[in-house]
């Protein structure tokens, strides 16, 4: 079989958030987000126009960045410190063991990679990563009466400042075989 033309990404199979270090740029260890159910993107630019003369002369960019979405059924604490900051502690032992995330007033959003993976119906998968994403819109979580709880998270991705993907924004791959998220 070789690799096709155009993929056809079918459903979603895996999302991680991977946290950056304290310099933007240095992965940490991928964090699983569970039960992920939609992971969207859109590219996204400002203009500036120019006009003179009564009439539209000129526009200019400021550069692109990524709009993106997450959502996701039941919650990682480590995901969710991953895009919100805070910390995640454990105490105890069995059967009496506790995972409890706190954020103070002074720890920021930090920066992170998010990719997802999809099977191809035509063979293989196709992956989309955010390679410096920040959590910029609402970090929402709700619990209600015969629901199950469900994460969701929206913000920009900007220009990457890691070594080996200096700039990048975002890409698309498209694996001739599946090909698991590192």
């Known amino acids: 079989m070789s690799l096709p033309v155009y993929s056809q990404p079918f459903g979603l199979r895996d999302v991680r958030i991977i946290p950056l270090g304290a ?6 260890t991928a964090v699983d987000l569970p ?3 939609t992971f969207s993107f859109a590219e996204a630019e400002d203009f500036e126009a120019l006009r003179g003369d009564d009439k539209l002369v000129a526009e200019h960019g400021s550069g692109p960045n990524v709009e993106w979405e997450l959502e996701s059924g039941g919650i990682s604490l480590e995901a ?9 502690t454990s105490s105890g032992v069995t059967p009496a063991m506790k995972k409890t995330y706190s954020k103070t007033a002074l720890q920021q959003r930090p ?6 993976q999809a099977i191809s119906d035509n063979g293989g998968d196709f992956h989309g990563l955010v390679y410096k994403a920040k959590a910029t819109g609402n970090l929402e979580g709700e619990l209600s009466d015969g629901s199950f709880w ?3 998270a929206s913000g920009k991705g900007y220009p990457s ?14 694996n001739e075989s599946a090909t698991a998220i590192a």
């Open 111 to 116: 920066y992170f990679k998010v990719e997802g």
């Open 150 to 152: 469900l994460t969701s």
């Open 80 to 88: 969710y410190a991953a895009m919100a900051g805070g910390t995640v």
């Open 161 to 174: 400042t890691e070594a080996t993907q200096t700039d990048k924004i975002y890409d698309f791959v498209q």
């Open 23 to 28: 310099d933007g740029s240095t992965p940490g």
């Open 35 to 37: 039960a992920s159910r």
